[in-house]
T-cell receptor, first 117, second 109 residues
Framework: GAGVSQSPSNKVTEKGKDVELRCDPI?????LYWYRQSLGQGLEFLIY????????KSGLPSDRFSAERTGGSVSTLTIQRTQQEDSAVYLC???????????????FGPGTRLTVT | KQEVTQIPAALSVPEGENLVLNCSFT??????LQWFRQDPGKGLTSLLL?????REQTSGRLNASLDKSSGRSTLYIAASQPGDSATYLC????????FGEGTQLTVNP
């Protein structure tokens, strides 16, 4: 079956512009996660959705970052007034409904490489 | 705060060798530990997931063990092949999934 998909695969934007990144989880997966992978900083958790609600958004680095999920499926991560330090690969993952955030295996998408010039 | 460390950071071996990748975590209150593979420019591929109640999981030439009390996990790769070359990440799940920095593996033909 289809895996997690993300779009765009690459995005180059000017500093100060807003960007939207999209994630389509595996059908039937109710949990959805966003991570950021920066050069030299490893993979960091950003936000987690269960259904359309976000029980844990504590990983978002600033109020310029926001995310939403509609219909228990597609999610968008929005970065406003982008800065050069936002340049990274943004990864999305999904998993089956879990009683706790991380009890089930997470399946990752290919990521969106964001470059802020 | 959970911290995950992977040793070594990089490893280069000749084809056919058996090898062990190490992962340690500071908080033993985890739900599971997951091993991933990441190829350059690609996302993460899940290899093995060990639930906190389990001691090991096997898939083909891969075997992962978990010792919660000592905060350690190992990934054993048998009879390594050039196609195994990738970065291997371990991640511990508590209130969130915390990743190590990864081990970059190169298997030389």
């Amino acid at each position: 079956g289809a895996g997690v998909s993300q779009s765009p695969s690459n995005k180059v934007t000017e500093k100060g512009k807003d960007v939207e990144l999209r994630c389509d989880p595996i059908s039937g997966h109710t949990a959805l996660y966003w991570y950021r992978q920066s050069l030299g900083q490893g993979l960091e958790f950003l936000i987690y959705f269960q259904g359309n609600s976000a029980p844990d958004k504590s990983g978002l680095p600033s109020d310029r970052f926001s995310a939403e999920r509609t219909g228990g499926s597609v999610s968008t991560l929005t970065i406003q007034r982008t800065q050069q330090e936002d340049s990274a690969v943004y990864l999305c993952a999904s998993s089956r409904l879990a009683g706790t955030q991380s009890s089930y295996e997470q399946y990752f998408g290919p990521g969106t490489r964001l470059t802020v010039t | 705060k959970q911290e995950v460390t992977q040793i070594p950071a990089a490893l280069s071996v000749p084809e056919g060798e058996n090898l062990v990748l190490n992962c340690s975590f500071t908080d033993s209150a985890i739900y599971n530990l997951q091993w991933f593979r990441q190829d350059p420019g690609k996302g993460l591929t899940s290899l093995l997931l060990i639930q906190s109640s389990q001691r090991e999981q096997t898939s083909g030439r891969l075997n992962a063990s978990l010792d919660k009390s000592s905060g350690r996990s190992t990934l054993y790769i048998a009879a390594s092949q050039p196609g195994d070359s990738a970065t291997y990440l371990c991640a511990a799940s508590g209130s969130r999934l915390t990743f190590g920095e990864g081990t970059q593996l190169t298997v030389n033909p």
